[in-house]
């Protein structure tokens, strides 16, 4: 997925504060491979040395970068830089996969159960169907290079049971497939927040139950406002993070 450059809160005509400054410099020498994923930066001290700041300005800085997942501070390691690919923009979103090959990464993915369960009230009317119609809904688990990174939960339209049957377990990107069939996603809607990981999302994971998790709710239609599918993501913390920029929309490759 593709990130966006020059996310900021400050209000027009507000010069930009000497964290926000240096944290941005920062990013920029990140992302342009300065400093290299899994490399350690330069001590706080130094790096107050290099931008006339006190400690405390750095130590802010790296805070910013550190909720965007660029970097993480660990015990007798100082700062370590992780990967400056793995922020998303709002722009344009990507798929899964989009985003992990444009960033390097490998993706992957199986299937872990499938279903065939009655419409809820609120997917009949999302999908304008009856209530307790069947509709095929299934459990994938995301891979970054074969390490489980995110739970992935679909309901697919009725339109679409045929195709969704074809779905191979391991299938790569729905999206691809959904292509391949002549079925084109145009746009996707999103609503992000944080979730605790149930019991089997947590054996899926490998992570423990009630860890924090970035849950992506997320609706995709045709170009002609055709709904597709009602999905909800649950990524593990880490693994990605989202970004907006309140002014006009740009965005940089990852």
């Known amino acids: 997925m593709a990130s966006q450059e020059g996310a900021s809160t400050r209000r027009d ?9 240096i944290s941005a410099d920062l990013r920029r020498r990140i992302v342009a491979g300065e400093f290299p994923m899994g490399e350690r930066l330069p001590s706080e001290a130094a790096l107050g040395g290099q931008y006339g700041a ?14 965007l997942s660029l970097v993480e501070a660990r015990p007798r390691d100082g700062w370590i830089v992780l990967d400056a690919r793995r922020t998303q923009g709002f722009a344009r979103m990507q798929s899964f996969a989009e985003w992990a090959l444009a960033g390097g990464r490998m ?4 299937i872990a159960s499938r279903e065939t369960g009655a419409a809820t009230a609120r ?10 119609e ?5 459990v994938r688990v995301r891979t970054l290079d074969e390490r489980p990174v995110m739970v992935e939960r679909s309901t697919w339209a009725p339109w679409l049971a045929p195709v969704v049957a074809e779905f191979a377990d391991d299938v790569v990107s729905t999206t691809q497939a959904l292509a391949d069939a002549g079925i084109v996603v145009a746009a996707t809607n999103h609503r992000i927040e944080v979730s605790a990981a149930s019991t089997d999302e947590a ?3 490998g992570v423990r139950r009630s860890s924090p998790l970035l849950q992506v709710s997320r609706t995709t239609v045709t170009a002609d406002g055709r709904l597709v599918e009602i999905g909800v993501d649950r990524y593990r913390a880490g693994v ?5 920029d309140a002014g006009a929309p740009t965005r940089s490759a990852i």
């Open 240 to 244: 990605i993070a989202f970004e907006i």
């Open 123 to 132: 997917e009949a009317q999302r999908f304008g169907i009856r209530l307790g």
């Open 203 to 205: 054996a899926l994971l």
């Open 107 to 110: 993706p992957g993915g199986r």
């Open 54 to 67: 006190t400690r405390s300005v750095i130590r802010g800085a790296l805070a910013r970068l550190a909720r």
């Open 134 to 138: 069947p509709l095929e809904r299934f």
């Open 13 to 21: 005509g507000e010069a930009p504060t000497q964290t926000a400054r």
